[in-house]
T-cell receptor
Framework: QKEVEQDPGPLSVPEGAIVSLNCTYS??????FMWYRQYSRKGPELLMY????GNKEDGRFTAQVDKSSKYISLFIRDSQPSDSATYLC???????????FGKGTTLSVSS | DGGITQSPKYLFRKEGQNVTLSCEQN?????MYWYRQDPGQGLRLIYY???????QKGDIAEGYSVSREKKESFPLTVTSAQKNPTAFYLC????????????FGSGTRLTVV
């Protein structure tokens, strides 16, 4: 079983839609969960981070963590064309030394 | 402005050649990292360093080497032993507690010609 699973998409939605992006992980020792956004040919930028189960909201973005199911989600409300990017989930490894990334989901929002 | 600078943005390497990718940060971060990104592969860890003069191999270190002589700098050398070096290389840094995750540079695209 892979340590992190993330559907690569691509995911295409119309402007204004609610987007749900998901990752599953296998290592119950993961304690620190993040979502990064990466525009084409750029470095990733941190969107959300959390280290507890439950929801965390920041503007149009909500990060959700379910440790019992080893499942994390990122919801984007009122999606905009500027949200078109690749979204990567990330987890701090068990040793606490580096991040492990999912393969990324490519999102396209059309106007 | 604080940030991470990677150079060059594009790099071409001939077969059998070693090349060095530069990464400099002025965020006063202790830890620095090198990742490789291939289409459909996500980010894979090459090397990381948590303090000056110390570094550790990541998941795909073969064919690469690094140094950490200064806190601000973490250059990556892609050696001729790396058989498939064409990729997008990303450098990142973080504070010791990683409270705010990683800050990434804008990347170097390396192509073998």
């Amino acid at each position: 079983q892979k340590e992190v699973e993330q559907d690569p998409g691509p995911l295409s939605v119309p402007e204004g839609a609610i987007v749900s992006l998901n990752c599953t992980y296998s290592n119950s020792a993961f304690q620190y969960f993040m979502w990064y956004r990466q525009y084409s040919r750029k470095g990733p930028e941190l969107l959300m981070y959390t280290y507890s189960s439950g929801n965390k909201e920041d503007g149009r973005f909500t990060a959700q963590v379910d440790k019992s199911s080893k499942y994390i989600s990122l919801f984007i409300r009122d999606s905009q064309p500027s949200d078109s990017a690749t979204y990567l989930c990330a987890f701090l490894n068990q040793a606490g030394t580096a991040l492990i990334f999912g393969k990324g989901t490519t999102l396209s929002v059309s106007s | 402005d604080g940030g991470i600078t990677q150079s060059p943005k594009y790099l071409f390497r001939k077969e059998g050649q070693n090349v060095t990718l530069s990464c400099e940060q002025n965020l006063n971060h202790d830890a620095m990292y090198w990742y490789r990104q291939d289409p459909g592969q996500g980010l894979r860890l090459i090397y990381y360093s948590q303090i000056v003069n110390d570094f550790q191999k990541g998941d795909i270190a073969e064919g690469y080497s690094v140094s950490r002589e200064k806190k601000e700098s973490f250059p990556l050398t892609v050696t001729s032993a790396q058989k498939n070096p064409t990729a997008f290389y990303l450098c990142a840094s973080s504070s010791w507690d990683r409270e705010y995750g990683y800050t990434f540079g804008s990347g170097t695209r390396l192509t073998v010609v």
